[in-house]
């Protein structure tokens, strides 16, 4: 099979031939049609990962075939027992096994799933990750339900526009933060309430007056903004926290946890029943994902730096011929 | 009767006459025969509280009689309907209203409660403020379950002792850190596990090694240490804070936050429904307070010292002729 090769650390992707995957015990080999990129595919081929081991092909969402069968995979497997928390031998695709960026795959066979019906192929594909990330976020550590007022923090990411989109479905009201204010509109074409830019001079107090406080917050930056957020947080409210792209945080208030008997809670990825959850909230209330640009497989490292760039709205999605 | 009056911000208190209380509607005048002191009180006469009234009389906690019967008093009142989360028209006893430290109180007839039949009337006193917070720290936010491993910080305080003795009657297994080797060792007395000095360098370290990780870690501190406790949860477990005297947190990871799946709750006081059940706890287990001292009313300024200093192990009590 062809497949997107990650030689060594630095190294540019190189797009060549490698052998196509033996299954092993439980597991089946699915035909890939797409694949979409995550940061964390950037921070691996940037060496930003624990555990790299190269050669290898990188990649955790794809969809594609199997006997004919149009399907998506979840994007780790090993969950454990305890669906509170992964166990330490859970992994995700493409690292340290190898990943989605590839003409076909080796999965659990209780990784497959049938593809929503309302998803072309390349949509299908932006969904496991990012879709699995918010959906726990949300849901099941953001206590998430119909008619809160949600934040969903740097509202042109992946993870963030699932939030929204699935917050949105749920029947909440949801506000969203971004650096650039072409962003705040497309999202506010998802759904979104409002929103405001973070780049502004005290921003929270602007989303305090425009929105009011807010039930459950959902972040996937930390550093120095995510003190405002427990100024936005309503008393006995919740953050959920899915990331940290902004690095430590330096000035987090023990005392307005406590008076306002707030909850912040962590979250990443999602178990397999959460996954299967998932796929179910998007084909009811049939969402789709929002896709930035389609670049063909051979072409990753372009879409790498798309990626590196940060401009994008949605998922960057790889097309596999 | 005789009270210990609030002058002015940052004068002694004043040992004096001050009229008897008229009860409101649903209201009840209780005769006082011991109270306790808080922290909220040493901060209260050094200016660290906003809305101060002067002249007034300070003292959340209460015990004493109603028409001959031995009751204890509720801290609080006005907490609203909202079980999560306390109403902006909460108040605790002693600040904006009138406070234990006399020799008669009026309050709503809800907040009397029996006294615990084991207890004297300096034990009951030392219960209320603190045996609140603890409950509801450990409890209703910290989710405490039998069996679980616990670290409470601060070993030494009011509310961290309440914990311990929760905890242990409880069926946990509690670990403590105080700054001094001595209280640490009291901790030992009253069922702790065993502890560590945080004066130590890498304490965290020391005590992983000995207690490894903890499903429950209970905390008044904040600060810088606070960054330590996220590396001393169990994956999956949970940080109830309910105070925050070293302040502002410098070092929070967003990181092990999400990838440990912790949830990091915030717990103030408590509700009425929280009290009933706290003393029902104690009376069931016939817990004792731990007092530190029992000074006099009148001798009320030397107990302020006493809790300034930070010496004290346990409540500082104040018995009313």
Not at 195 to 202: A, C, K, L, Q, S
Not at 265 to 292: Q, W, Y
Request: some cysteine; proline content about 5%; charged content about 20%.
């Amino acid at each position: 099979m062809k497949a997107l090769i990650i030689e060594a650390i630095g190294a540019p992707l190189n797009f060549r031939d490698w052998d196509d995957p033996e299954p092993g015990p439980g597991e089946v080999v699915v035909g890939l049609k797409a694949a979409a990129l995550n940061h964390r595919d950037l921070f691996i081929t940037q060496g930003l990962y624990p555990g790299i081991k190269t050669p290898g092909i990188l990649g955790s969402d794809g969809a594609g075939l199997l006997d004919g069968r149009e399907v998506v995979l979840a994007p780790g497997k090993n969950w454990g027992t305890d669906a509170r928390v992964q166990s330490t031998g859970y992994e995700i695709l493409g690292m340290p096994g190898l990943g989605t960026f590839a003409g076909k795959i080796a999965v659990p066979h209780a990784a497959v799933h049938p593809k929503p019906g309302h998803l072309s192929m390349t949509e299908a594909a932006a969904l496991p990750l990012a879709g699995l990330t918010a959906y726990r976020a949300l849901f099941t550590q953001g206590a998430f339900q119909k008619g809160h007022k949600v934040l969903v923090t740097g509202g042109g990411g992946g993870v963030a526009l699932f939030c929204l989109q699935f917050a949105v479905a749920g029947g909440g009201e949801v506000w969203v933060t971004s650096g650039d204010d072409e962003k705040i509109d497309r999202c506010k074409g998802l759904g979104a309430q409002g929103g405001v830019n973070y780049r502004e001079t005290d921003w929270h107090k602007g989303l305090l007056k425009a929105a009011g406080e807010f039930d459950l917050i959902i972040d996937g930056a930390g550093g120095a903004g995510f003190g405002n957020l427990l100024r936005l947080a309503k008393p006995g409210g919740r953050i959920s926290v899915y990331g940290g792209t902004q690095g430590m945080v330096p000035n987090f208030s023990p005392q307005l946890l406590f008076w306002k008997q707030l909850t912040i809670c962590g979250s990443t990825m999602g178990n397999d029943a959460e996954f299967a959850d998932m796929l179910k909230l998007v084909a009811t209330h049939r969402i789709v994902p929002v896709i930035d640009q389609v670049f063909a497989l051979s072409a990753g490292n372009e879409a790498l730096k798309r990626m590196d760039q940060g401009a994008q709205f949605g998922k960057i999605v790889l097309s596999i011929p």
